[in-house]
């Protein structure tokens, strides 16, 4: 039941700005750290950031600085604020939430398209 659903990604310049959003539909917001990831093709999923339900926030090291997520809890979804986007930024951004129940399961949206280039 539990579903992602990012939007928000486009084409934009270097030093352009983003803001990606994901509804989450299935599960309070509120209860669960969230967290966007990004992958580009030949390469492994990375993480990008993370909100905890306490709202604490965590950044992958290029991004600190540019990029902010924040939880909106009434809309139940969460955002990604990314400015001066570079081109090494450019990829699918994906939404994720793990919910555990016996073990770890890794609930994803269908991603997200961002690319940057002149």
């Known amino acids: 039941q539990v579903q992602l659903v990012e939007s928000g990604g486009d084409l934009v310049q270097p030093g352009g700005s983003l803001r990606l959003s994901c509804a989450v539909s299935g599960l309070a917001v509120s209860a669960y750290t969230m967290r966007w990831y990004r992958q580009t093709p030949g390469n492994e999923r990375e993480f990008v950031a993370a909100i905890t339900r306490e709202d604490n926030t965590d950044y992958e090291d290029s991004v600190k600085g540019r990029f902010t997520i924040s939880r909106d809890n009434a809309k139940n979804a969460v955002s990604l604020q990314m400015n001066n986007l570079k081109p090494e930024d450019t990829a699918v951004y994906y939404c994720?939430?793990?919910?555990?129940?016996?073990?770890?399961?890794?609930?994803w949206g269908q991603g997200t398209k961002v690319t940057v280039s002149t």
């Open positions: 994720n939430v793990i919910q555990f129940i016996t073990t770890a399961h890794f609930y």
